[in-house]
C-alpha cells in the first residue's frame, strides 16, 4: 500500500527530528499476517534499549519454538505513526521511553512482482527505558515469553528466523517460512545499524 501524502509528511518530520532512517525494499512472498491485514497499512518496531543495553524479544503463544522477535505494532488507518509507537509500547512493555532514532523504513514488496506497488511498511525506532515496570498489558497480544539479547545477537536471531521450517498455520494465514523470512529483514536491518 502507498503511503499517502500525510503520512509522507509525518515520515519526513520524524526523519527530520530523529535522524533519516536506513530504506530499504524487500521482496517478500506475501500471504501471512499481518501483510494481508486490512486494518493496518504499516507496523511499528519497537528496538527498547533497557537499562541494561539489551533488547528485549518476544514470543507468542501460537509460534514456532525459538521464533523470538522484535515487538511490533500496527498503525491503524488515520492513526499518526508516533502515536502507534507509544500506543504499541505501553500495550505490550508498560515501559515509559523516549525516542533515540529512526532507524529502519522497510518496504515491502511482492517477490512476484518487485517492481509492483508497495504491500507493507515496517518502521523501526530505536527507544531508550526510561521508566515503568516491564509487563504486557494487552493480553489479546498472545506474548507467551520475553527474553533479553545484546544488540550484536541480533544477527543471530535474524538468522533464526530465517530458518524456520515451512508449514502452514491458521494463526497467521500462511506459511511459517514466508513468515520467518519477512520478520527476519528488520532484524538484520537493525543490528546493522545499531553496529554503525
Known amino acids: 500500500m502507498d503511503l499517502d501524502g ?12 530523529y535522524g533519516p532512517p ?6 517478500i512472498t506475501p500471504f501471512f499476517d499481518p501483510v494481508q491485514r486490512p486494518d493496518r497499512f504499516a507496523e511499528v518496531c519497537m528496538v527498547i534499549r ?13 509460534y514456532p519454538r525459538g521464533a523470538y522477535r522484535l515487538p511490533t505494532g500496527g498503525i491503524h ?11 504499541e509500547t505501553d500495550e505490550e512493555t508498560a515501559l515509559e521511553v523516549v525516542v533515540r532514532r529512526f532507524l529502519a523504513w ?13 504491500l507493507f511498511h515496517t518502521l523501526a525506532f530505536l ?17 507467551e515469553d520475553w527474553i533479553e539479547v545484546e544488540p550484536t545477537a541480533l544477527s543471530d536471531v535474524a538468522d533464526g ?23 527476519a529483514i528488520v532484524h538484520r536491518v537493525v543490528h546493522e545499524e545499531l553496529s554503525r
Not at 533497557?50 to 501460537?62: C, D, E, M, Q, V
Not at 522497510?106 to 508497495?118: F, K, M, N
Not at 527507544?127 to 506474548?143: A, N
Not at 528466523?161 to 520478520?183: E, T
Open 50 to 62: 533497557r537499562h541494561n543495553g539489551k533488547i528485549p524479544l518476544s514470543i507468542k503463544t501460537f
Open 77 to 87: 488507518h488515520g492513526e499518526r505513526i508516533l502515536d502507534a509507537l507509544h500506543r
Open 106 to 118: 522497510i518496504t515491502y514488496r511482492d517477490v512476484s512482482a518487485p517492481e509492483g506497488p508497495p
Open 6 to 17: 500525510a503520512q509522507r509528511g509525518e515520515l519526513d518530520e520524524l526523519a527530520l527530528t
Open 127 to 143: 527507544l531508550d527505558e526510561v521508566g515503568g515496570t516491564f509487563k504486557t498489558r494487552d493480553e489479546e497480544e498472545q506474548i
Open 161 to 183: 528466523l530465517d530458518h524456520i521450517a515451512s508449514a502452514p498455520s491458521k494463526d497467521i494465514g500462511g506459511d511459517w517460512a514466508d513468515w520467518g523470512h519477512f520478520r
Open 22 to 27: 536506513r530504506r530499504l525494499d524487500a521482496a
